[in-house]
Protein backbone atom coordinates (compact mmCIF):
# COMPACT_ATOMS: atom_id res chain seq x y z
CA UNK A 1 0.00 0.00 0.00
CA UNK A 2 1.41 3.80 -0.75
CA UNK A 3 2.36 5.37 2.09
CA UNK A 4 1.45 8.95 3.02
CA UNK A 5 3.51 11.83 1.31
CA UNK A 6 3.48 15.55 1.68
CA UNK A 7 1.55 16.23 -1.48
CA UNK A 8 4.40 19.67 -2.18
CA UNK A 9 6.99 17.06 -2.32
CA UNK A 10 5.71 15.29 -4.81
CA UNK A 11 7.02 16.19 -8.55
CA UNK A 12 4.36 17.30 -10.59
CA UNK A 13 3.78 18.04 -14.64
CA UNK A 14 2.50 21.31 -15.87
CA UNK A 15 -1.34 21.28 -15.03
CA UNK A 16 -3.92 21.46 -17.87
CA UNK A 17 -4.12 24.89 -19.61
CA UNK A 18 -7.72 26.23 -17.49
CA UNK A 19 -9.81 26.76 -21.03
CA UNK A 20 -8.80 22.90 -21.58
CA UNK A 21 -11.55 21.27 -23.27
CA UNK A 22 -14.13 19.09 -20.73
CA UNK A 23 -13.98 15.67 -21.79
CA UNK A 24 -18.03 14.91 -22.78
CA UNK A 25 -17.75 11.22 -21.65
CA UNK A 26 -15.91 11.64 -18.42
CA UNK A 27 -18.12 14.23 -17.41
CA UNK A 28 -20.95 12.25 -17.37
CA UNK A 29 -19.19 9.36 -16.20
CA UNK A 30 -18.70 11.65 -13.10
CA UNK A 31 -22.31 12.57 -12.75
CA UNK A 32 -23.49 8.69 -12.36
CA UNK A 33 -21.06 7.90 -10.07
CA UNK A 34 -21.66 10.99 -8.26
CA UNK A 35 -25.76 9.85 -8.68
CA UNK A 36 -25.16 6.40 -7.57
CA UNK A 37 -22.85 7.11 -4.33
CA UNK A 38 -24.48 10.89 -3.26
CA UNK A 39 -27.71 10.13 -4.29
CA UNK A 40 -28.38 6.74 -4.09
CA UNK A 41 -29.74 6.38 -7.05
CA UNK A 42 -29.53 3.10 -9.16
CA UNK A 43 -26.98 2.84 -11.76
CA UNK A 44 -30.10 1.96 -14.38
CA UNK A 45 -32.06 4.68 -13.13
CA UNK A 46 -29.13 7.29 -13.67
CA UNK A 47 -27.92 6.30 -17.26
CA UNK A 48 -31.52 6.52 -18.22
CA UNK A 49 -32.31 10.19 -16.55
CA UNK A 50 -28.92 11.26 -17.66
CA UNK A 51 -29.62 13.38 -20.55
CA UNK A 52 -26.29 13.74 -21.56
CA UNK A 53 -25.42 10.25 -21.86
CA UNK A 54 -27.58 9.68 -24.92
CA UNK A 55 -26.13 12.54 -26.87
CA UNK A 56 -23.01 11.41 -26.93
CA UNK A 57 -21.39 9.04 -30.28
CA UNK A 58 -22.11 5.58 -29.37
CA UNK A 59 -18.29 5.27 -28.69
CA UNK A 60 -18.17 7.49 -26.16
CA UNK A 61 -21.39 6.60 -24.30
CA UNK A 62 -19.87 3.30 -24.17
CA UNK A 63 -16.50 4.73 -22.72
CA UNK A 64 -18.71 6.56 -20.07
CA UNK A 65 -20.92 3.48 -19.42
CA UNK A 66 -17.57 0.64 -18.86
CA UNK A 67 -16.04 3.76 -17.13
CA UNK A 68 -18.73 4.22 -13.90
CA UNK A 69 -19.10 0.97 -14.34
CA UNK A 70 -15.46 -0.23 -13.58
CA UNK A 71 -15.19 2.22 -11.01
CA UNK A 72 -18.05 0.88 -8.93
CA UNK A 73 -16.22 -2.54 -9.22
CA UNK A 74 -13.29 -1.46 -8.01
CA UNK A 75 -13.97 1.24 -5.52
CA UNK A 76 -12.51 0.06 -2.63
CA UNK A 77 -9.29 -0.78 -4.29
CA UNK A 78 -8.84 3.05 -5.73
CA UNK A 79 -10.01 4.36 -2.38
CA UNK A 80 -7.44 2.56 -0.59
CA UNK A 81 -4.81 3.87 -3.02
CA UNK A 82 -5.78 7.42 -3.05
CA UNK A 83 -6.27 7.43 0.73
CA UNK A 84 -2.64 6.21 0.95
CA UNK A 85 -1.66 9.90 -1.13
CA UNK A 86 -3.20 11.80 1.02
CA UNK A 87 -1.61 13.19 4.07
CA UNK A 88 -4.94 14.00 5.68
CA UNK A 89 -8.74 12.63 4.51
CA UNK A 90 -10.24 15.28 1.67
CA UNK A 91 -12.79 17.28 3.48
CA UNK A 92 -16.75 16.32 3.19
CA UNK A 93 -16.79 19.69 1.05
CA UNK A 94 -14.38 18.22 -1.67
CA UNK A 95 -16.09 14.87 -2.33
CA UNK A 96 -16.40 16.07 -5.88
CA UNK A 97 -12.50 16.03 -5.88
CA UNK A 98 -12.67 12.56 -4.48
CA UNK A 99 -15.14 10.96 -7.47
CA UNK A 100 -13.25 12.83 -9.92
CA UNK A 101 -9.93 11.29 -8.20
CA UNK A 102 -11.80 7.87 -7.94
CA UNK A 103 -12.77 8.07 -11.81
CA UNK A 104 -9.01 8.67 -13.41
CA UNK A 105 -7.56 6.32 -10.96
CA UNK A 106 -9.79 3.76 -12.40
CA UNK A 107 -9.19 4.95 -16.02
CA UNK A 108 -5.32 4.66 -14.69
CA UNK A 109 -5.32 1.65 -12.85
CA UNK A 110 -7.58 -1.02 -14.51
CA UNK A 111 -8.51 0.44 -17.78
CA UNK A 112 -4.96 1.38 -18.76
CA UNK A 113 -6.22 5.30 -20.42
CA UNK A 114 -2.82 7.44 -21.17
CA UNK A 115 -1.60 9.02 -18.36
CA UNK A 116 -1.71 12.69 -20.04
CA UNK A 117 -5.48 12.05 -21.28
CA UNK A 118 -6.94 10.81 -17.48
CA UNK A 119 -4.77 12.95 -15.45
CA UNK A 120 -5.42 16.74 -17.96
CA UNK A 121 -8.95 15.58 -18.02
CA UNK A 122 -9.41 14.93 -14.23
CA UNK A 123 -7.73 18.36 -13.50
CA UNK A 124 -10.04 20.11 -16.10
CA UNK A 125 -12.83 18.82 -14.29
CA UNK A 126 -11.92 19.86 -10.70
CA UNK A 127 -11.76 23.47 -11.76
CA UNK A 128 -14.94 23.31 -13.81
CA UNK A 129 -16.68 22.21 -10.60
CA UNK A 130 -15.28 25.14 -8.41
CA UNK A 131 -12.54 23.49 -6.90
CA UNK A 132 -9.38 25.23 -8.27
CA UNK A 133 -7.74 24.70 -4.98
CA UNK A 134 -7.20 21.21 -5.23
CA UNK A 135 -6.05 21.37 -8.79
CA UNK A 136 -2.44 20.54 -8.14
CA UNK A 137 -3.58 17.73 -5.23
CA UNK A 138 -5.40 16.20 -7.98
CA UNK A 139 -2.54 16.06 -10.38
CA UNK A 140 0.06 14.86 -7.51
CA UNK A 141 -2.31 12.23 -6.79
CA UNK A 142 -3.37 10.76 -10.20
CA UNK A 143 0.49 11.13 -11.09
CA UNK A 144 1.84 9.19 -8.37
CA UNK A 145 -0.91 6.75 -9.02
CA UNK A 146 0.64 6.51 -12.22
CA UNK A 147 3.87 5.82 -11.00
CA UNK A 148 3.57 3.54 -8.29
CA UNK A 149 0.18 1.57 -7.97
CA UNK A 150 0.24 0.15 -11.31
CA UNK A 151 1.12 -3.03 -9.63
CA UNK A 152 -0.45 -2.93 -6.44
CA UNK A 153 -3.85 -2.95 -7.62
CA UNK A 154 -3.78 -6.15 -9.10
CA UNK A 155 -1.93 -7.86 -5.76
CA UNK A 156 -5.16 -5.99 -3.53
CA UNK A 157 -7.70 -8.91 -2.39
CA UNK A 158 -10.57 -8.92 -4.46
CA UNK A 159 -12.96 -8.63 -1.08
CA UNK A 160 -10.91 -5.32 -0.43
CA UNK A 161 -13.19 -3.83 -3.33
CA UNK A 162 -16.60 -4.81 -1.99
CA UNK A 163 -17.83 -2.58 1.47
CA UNK A 164 -17.04 -4.69 4.92
CA UNK A 165 -20.72 -5.03 5.11
CA UNK A 166 -20.76 -7.38 2.03
CA UNK A 167 -17.12 -8.94 2.35
CA UNK A 168 -18.17 -10.01 5.71
CA UNK A 169 -20.89 -11.53 4.95
CA UNK A 170 -19.31 -13.87 2.07
CA UNK A 171 -16.59 -14.51 4.48
CA UNK A 172 -19.00 -16.04 6.99
CA UNK A 173 -21.22 -17.51 4.40
CA UNK A 174 -18.84 -19.17 2.22
CA UNK A 175 -15.47 -19.13 3.59
CA UNK A 176 -12.38 -16.79 3.42
CA UNK A 177 -11.31 -18.91 -0.05
CA UNK A 178 -15.10 -18.85 -1.95
CA UNK A 179 -15.38 -15.44 -1.43
CA UNK A 180 -12.36 -14.19 -2.39
CA UNK A 181 -13.30 -16.11 -5.85
CA UNK A 182 -16.80 -14.59 -5.75
CA UNK A 183 -15.47 -10.98 -5.39
CA UNK A 184 -12.59 -12.01 -8.47
CA UNK A 185 -15.43 -13.15 -10.42
CA UNK A 186 -17.74 -10.22 -10.45
CA UNK A 187 -14.98 -7.51 -11.80
CA UNK A 188 -14.96 -9.28 -14.83
CA UNK A 189 -17.41 -7.45 -17.44
CA UNK A 190 -20.08 -9.66 -17.90
CA UNK A 191 -21.29 -11.29 -21.29
CA UNK A 192 -25.00 -10.84 -22.66
CA UNK A 193 -26.84 -14.25 -21.81
CA UNK A 194 -29.77 -15.24 -24.19
CA UNK A 195 -32.55 -18.04 -23.85
CA UNK A 196 -33.67 -18.97 -27.46
CA UNK A 197 -37.03 -20.20 -28.25
CA UNK A 198 -35.77 -22.91 -29.71
CA UNK A 199 -33.34 -24.22 -31.80
CA UNK A 200 -30.48 -23.03 -29.56
CA UNK A 201 -27.21 -24.14 -31.89
CA UNK A 202 -28.87 -22.25 -35.02
CA UNK A 203 -29.27 -19.14 -33.22
CA UNK A 204 -25.33 -19.34 -31.62
CA UNK A 205 -24.19 -19.78 -35.25
CA UNK A 206 -26.15 -16.39 -36.16
CA UNK A 207 -25.68 -14.79 -33.25
CA UNK A 208 -21.91 -15.42 -32.61
CA UNK A 209 -22.86 -16.67 -29.64
CA UNK A 210 -21.12 -20.03 -27.30
CA UNK A 211 -23.50 -22.63 -26.11
CA UNK A 212 -23.35 -23.03 -22.24
CA UNK A 213 -23.90 -26.31 -20.87
CA UNK A 214 -27.52 -24.71 -19.38
CA UNK A 215 -28.58 -24.18 -22.96
CA UNK A 216 -28.18 -20.60 -22.55
CA UNK A 217 -26.37 -18.79 -25.27
CA UNK A 218 -23.50 -16.42 -24.31
CA UNK A 219 -21.84 -13.43 -26.62
CA UNK A 220 -19.86 -10.36 -25.62
CA UNK A 221 -21.39 -7.65 -25.14
CA UNK A 222 -21.10 -5.22 -28.25
CA UNK A 223 -23.24 -2.59 -29.73
CA UNK A 224 -27.23 -3.05 -29.85
CA UNK A 225 -28.84 -5.51 -28.12
CA UNK A 226 -31.80 -4.47 -30.54
CA UNK A 227 -29.92 -4.51 -33.35
CA UNK A 228 -28.94 -8.14 -33.15
CA UNK A 229 -30.63 -10.93 -35.59
CA UNK A 230 -33.66 -12.52 -34.13
CA UNK A 231 -34.51 -9.82 -31.82
CA UNK A 232 -37.57 -7.98 -33.87
CA UNK A 233 -38.55 -11.20 -34.48
CA UNK A 234 -39.02 -12.32 -31.09
CA UNK A 235 -37.05 -15.08 -31.31
CA UNK A 236 -34.72 -14.60 -28.33
CA UNK A 237 -34.68 -12.80 -24.88
CA UNK A 238 -32.09 -11.38 -22.48
CA UNK A 239 -31.87 -13.82 -19.37
CA UNK A 240 -28.84 -14.59 -17.33
CA UNK A 241 -27.75 -18.22 -17.65
CA UNK A 242 -28.33 -18.63 -14.05
CA UNK A 243 -31.84 -17.20 -13.67
CA UNK A 244 -33.09 -19.06 -16.35
CA UNK A 245 -32.85 -22.10 -13.93
CA UNK A 246 -35.40 -21.85 -11.83
CA UNK A 247 -38.31 -22.51 -14.10
CA UNK A 248 -36.88 -25.81 -15.16
CA UNK A 249 -37.26 -26.82 -11.40
CA UNK A 250 -41.22 -26.52 -11.84
CA UNK A 251 -41.46 -29.70 -14.23
CA UNK A 252 -43.48 -30.14 -17.10
CA UNK A 253 -45.62 -26.98 -17.33
CA UNK A 254 -47.25 -27.66 -20.49
CA UNK A 255 -51.27 -26.89 -20.13
CA UNK A 256 -51.01 -26.27 -16.44
CA UNK A 257 -51.83 -23.16 -14.71
CA UNK A 258 -48.55 -21.26 -13.43
CA UNK A 259 -48.40 -18.44 -11.53
CA UNK A 260 -45.63 -15.85 -11.49
CA UNK A 261 -45.52 -13.98 -8.49
CA UNK A 262 -43.20 -10.69 -8.98
CA UNK A 263 -42.86 -11.51 -12.41
CA UNK A 264 -41.63 -8.37 -14.41
CA UNK A 265 -39.55 -7.85 -16.42
CA UNK A 266 -40.86 -11.22 -17.73
CA UNK A 267 -37.95 -13.43 -18.09
CA UNK A 268 -39.45 -16.18 -16.50
CA UNK A 269 -42.93 -15.34 -17.58
CA UNK A 270 -42.01 -16.12 -20.85
CA UNK A 271 -39.88 -19.30 -20.08
CA UNK A 272 -42.81 -20.99 -18.94
CA UNK A 273 -45.29 -19.21 -22.05
CA UNK A 274 -42.47 -20.95 -24.08
CA UNK A 275 -42.96 -24.61 -22.51
CA UNK A 276 -46.88 -24.19 -22.75
CA UNK A 277 -47.96 -23.28 -19.64
CA UNK A 278 -51.13 -20.62 -18.83
CA UNK A 279 -49.34 -17.64 -17.43
CA UNK A 280 -50.45 -14.79 -14.95
CA UNK A 281 -47.59 -12.75 -14.45
CA UNK A 282 -48.45 -10.39 -11.06
CA UNK A 283 -46.05 -7.46 -10.04
CA UNK A 284 -47.02 -4.91 -7.89
CA UNK A 285 -45.83 -1.85 -9.92
CA UNK A 286 -47.98 -0.75 -13.11
CA UNK A 287 -44.60 0.45 -15.07
CA UNK A 288 -43.06 -3.31 -14.68
CA UNK A 289 -46.37 -4.52 -15.51
CA UNK A 290 -46.51 -2.32 -18.89
CA UNK A 291 -42.88 -2.98 -19.77
CA UNK A 292 -43.37 -6.77 -19.11
CA UNK A 293 -46.29 -6.60 -21.87
CA UNK A 294 -44.30 -4.86 -23.94
CA UNK A 295 -41.40 -7.90 -23.93
CA UNK A 296 -43.96 -10.57 -24.04
CA UNK A 297 -45.47 -8.94 -27.45
CA UNK A 298 -41.92 -8.54 -28.97
CA UNK A 299 -41.79 -12.57 -28.02
CA UNK A 300 -45.28 -12.94 -29.36
CA UNK A 301 -46.34 -14.63 -26.09
CA UNK A 302 -49.61 -14.56 -24.40
CA UNK A 303 -50.03 -14.33 -20.77
CA UNK A 304 -52.28 -12.93 -18.20
CA UNK A 305 -50.58 -10.18 -16.77
CA UNK A 306 -51.84 -8.60 -13.42
CA UNK A 307 -50.84 -5.39 -11.15
CA UNK A 308 -51.23 -5.91 -8.08
CA UNK A 309 -50.13 -6.61 -4.49
CA UNK A 310 -48.29 -10.31 -4.52
CA UNK A 311 -48.53 -10.66 -0.88
CA UNK A 312 -52.23 -10.23 -0.74
CA UNK A 313 -53.28 -11.19 -4.63
CA UNK A 314 -55.33 -14.25 -4.86
CA UNK A 315 -56.81 -16.02 -7.78
CA UNK A 316 -60.35 -17.30 -8.17
CA UNK A 317 -59.21 -20.80 -8.88
CA UNK A 318 -55.82 -22.27 -7.30
CA UNK A 319 -52.90 -22.63 -9.47
CA UNK A 320 -51.49 -26.25 -9.99
CA UNK A 321 -48.09 -24.26 -9.38
CA UNK A 322 -46.21 -20.85 -8.38
CA UNK A 323 -43.10 -19.63 -9.18
CA UNK A 324 -41.63 -16.16 -6.73
CA UNK A 325 -38.69 -14.86 -7.80
CA UNK A 326 -39.21 -12.71 -4.36
CA UNK A 327 -37.75 -9.07 -4.40
CA UNK A 328 -34.17 -8.99 -2.52
CA UNK A 329 -30.91 -7.20 -1.86
CA UNK A 330 -29.71 -8.87 -5.41
CA UNK A 331 -25.97 -9.51 -4.61
CA UNK A 332 -25.88 -11.80 -6.77
CA UNK A 333 -26.74 -9.65 -9.62
CA UNK A 334 -23.51 -7.63 -8.70
CA UNK A 335 -21.06 -8.65 -11.73
CA UNK A 336 -23.85 -7.04 -13.62
CA UNK A 337 -24.89 -4.19 -11.15
CA UNK A 338 -21.81 -3.19 -9.59
CA UNK A 339 -23.54 -0.08 -7.72
CA UNK A 340 -25.48 -2.74 -5.39
CA UNK A 341 -23.25 -3.33 -2.73
CA UNK A 342 -22.84 1.04 -2.34
CA UNK A 343 -26.80 1.04 -2.58
CA UNK A 344 -27.83 -1.61 -0.22
CA UNK A 345 -26.61 -2.43 3.22
CA UNK A 346 -27.14 -5.28 5.51
CA UNK A 347 -30.11 -3.13 7.94
CA UNK A 348 -32.06 -3.23 3.91
CA UNK A 349 -31.62 -7.08 4.11
CA UNK A 350 -33.05 -7.00 7.56
CA UNK A 351 -36.28 -5.41 6.06
CA UNK A 352 -36.14 -7.62 2.95
CA UNK A 353 -36.53 -11.23 4.69
CA UNK A 354 -39.79 -9.90 6.18
CA UNK A 355 -41.24 -9.28 3.01
CA UNK A 356 -40.06 -12.61 1.51
CA UNK A 357 -41.59 -14.51 4.50
CA UNK A 358 -45.39 -13.05 3.50
CA UNK A 359 -44.71 -13.55 -0.45
CA UNK A 360 -43.65 -17.03 0.50
CA UNK A 361 -46.91 -17.07 2.75
CA UNK A 362 -49.04 -16.08 -0.24
CA UNK A 363 -47.59 -18.39 -3.07
CA UNK A 364 -48.62 -21.32 -0.73
CA UNK A 365 -51.97 -20.14 -0.12
CA UNK A 366 -52.74 -20.14 -3.79
CA UNK A 367 -51.69 -22.98 -4.90
CA UNK A 368 -53.38 -26.23 -4.99
CA UNK A 369 -52.28 -28.98 -2.64
CA UNK A 370 -49.55 -31.47 -4.16
CA UNK A 371 -48.88 -28.25 -5.67
CA UNK A 372 -45.75 -27.18 -6.68
CA UNK A 373 -43.61 -23.37 -5.28
CA UNK A 374 -40.37 -22.13 -6.40
CA UNK A 375 -39.03 -20.07 -4.46
CA UNK A 376 -36.06 -18.10 -5.28
CA UNK A 377 -33.79 -14.82 -5.24
CA UNK A 378 -30.90 -13.20 -6.74
CA UNK A 379 -29.00 -13.21 -3.44
CA UNK A 380 -25.97 -14.75 -2.31
CA UNK A 381 -27.14 -13.80 1.07
CA UNK A 382 -28.16 -16.73 3.67
CA UNK A 383 -30.89 -14.51 5.29
CA UNK A 384 -32.61 -14.24 1.78
CA UNK A 385 -32.36 -18.20 0.93
CA UNK A 386 -32.22 -21.27 2.77
CA UNK A 387 -32.77 -19.24 6.32
CA UNK A 388 -36.19 -18.27 4.63
CA UNK A 389 -36.40 -22.01 3.47
CA UNK A 390 -36.05 -23.16 6.80
CA UNK A 391 -37.99 -20.31 9.23
CA UNK A 392 -40.76 -21.52 6.27
CA UNK A 393 -40.50 -25.40 7.32
CA UNK A 394 -40.68 -24.57 11.16
CA UNK A 395 -43.88 -22.69 10.88
CA UNK A 396 -45.64 -24.29 8.42
CA UNK A 397 -46.37 -28.41 8.45
CA UNK A 398 -47.95 -28.36 5.37
CA UNK A 399 -44.81 -27.98 3.43
CA UNK A 400 -41.98 -30.23 2.38
CA UNK A 401 -39.03 -29.45 0.15
CA UNK A 402 -38.43 -31.21 -2.87
CA UNK A 403 -34.92 -31.45 -3.72
CA UNK A 404 -33.40 -31.27 -7.08
CA UNK A 405 -32.02 -34.03 -9.58
CA UNK A 406 -28.85 -32.81 -10.98
CA UNK A 407 -30.31 -34.55 -14.19
CA UNK A 408 -32.87 -31.68 -13.95
CA UNK A 409 -30.22 -28.94 -14.09
CA UNK A 410 -28.11 -30.10 -17.14
CA UNK A 411 -26.37 -32.65 -14.58
CA UNK A 412 -24.68 -29.55 -13.12
CA UNK A 413 -24.56 -31.15 -9.34
CA UNK A 414 -21.93 -28.82 -7.98
CA UNK A 415 -25.08 -26.29 -8.50
CA UNK A 416 -27.05 -27.95 -5.48
CA UNK A 417 -26.33 -27.79 -2.00
CA UNK A 418 -26.26 -31.09 0.13
CA UNK A 419 -30.26 -30.41 1.35
CA UNK A 420 -31.18 -30.03 -2.78
CA UNK A 421 -31.66 -26.26 -3.12
CA UNK A 422 -30.26 -25.04 -6.21
CA UNK A 423 -27.17 -22.46 -5.45
CA UNK A 424 -25.19 -20.91 -8.26
CA UNK A 425 -22.05 -18.28 -7.66
CA UNK A 426 -20.29 -15.87 -9.58
CA UNK A 427 -16.97 -18.04 -9.71
CA UNK A 428 -18.57 -20.91 -11.03
CA UNK A 429 -18.65 -22.19 -14.68
CA UNK A 430 -15.76 -19.63 -14.72
CA UNK A 431 -13.90 -20.62 -17.45
CA UNK A 432 -17.39 -19.88 -19.22
CA UNK A 433 -17.81 -16.44 -17.64
CA UNK A 434 -19.58 -17.19 -14.74
CA UNK A 435 -23.25 -17.34 -13.27
CA UNK A 436 -24.92 -14.79 -11.29
CA UNK A 437 -25.58 -16.14 -8.19
CA UNK A 438 -28.83 -17.45 -7.45
CA UNK A 439 -30.68 -19.43 -4.58
CA UNK A 440 -33.90 -21.54 -5.61
CA UNK A 441 -35.86 -24.38 -3.30
CA UNK A 442 -38.79 -26.28 -4.61
CA UNK A 443 -41.31 -27.25 -2.31
CA UNK A 444 -44.34 -29.09 -2.03
CA UNK A 445 -48.02 -28.62 -0.22
CA UNK A 446 -49.29 -31.08 1.13
Request: include cysteine; proline fraction near 7%; aromatic fraction near 4%.
Amino acid sequence: MLKPAAMTSTPMKPDAPADAKISAARSVAFDLLRAVLTKKTPLDEALVAHDGLAKLPDRDRGFARTLVATTLRHLGHVDRLIDGCLEQPLPQKASVVRDVLRIAATELLVLNVAPHAAVDSAVTLVRSRGHEKFAKLTNAVLRRLDREARDQIGAMPALDALPNWLADSWRGTYGDEVAEAMAAAIQREPFLDITVKDDPDGWAERLGAQRLPTGTLRRPIEGRIDALPGFDEGAWWVQDAAAALPVRLLGDVAGKTVVDLCAAPGGKTAQLANAGANVVAVDRAARRVKRMQGNLARLRFAATCVTADAATWRPSIAADAVLLDAPCSATGTVRRHPDIPWLKSGGDIAKLVLLQDRLLDAALAIVKPGGIVVFCTCSLEIAEGPARIAALLARNPKVERAPIDPSEIYGLANLISPVGDLRTRPDQLGDLGGLDGFYACRLIRR
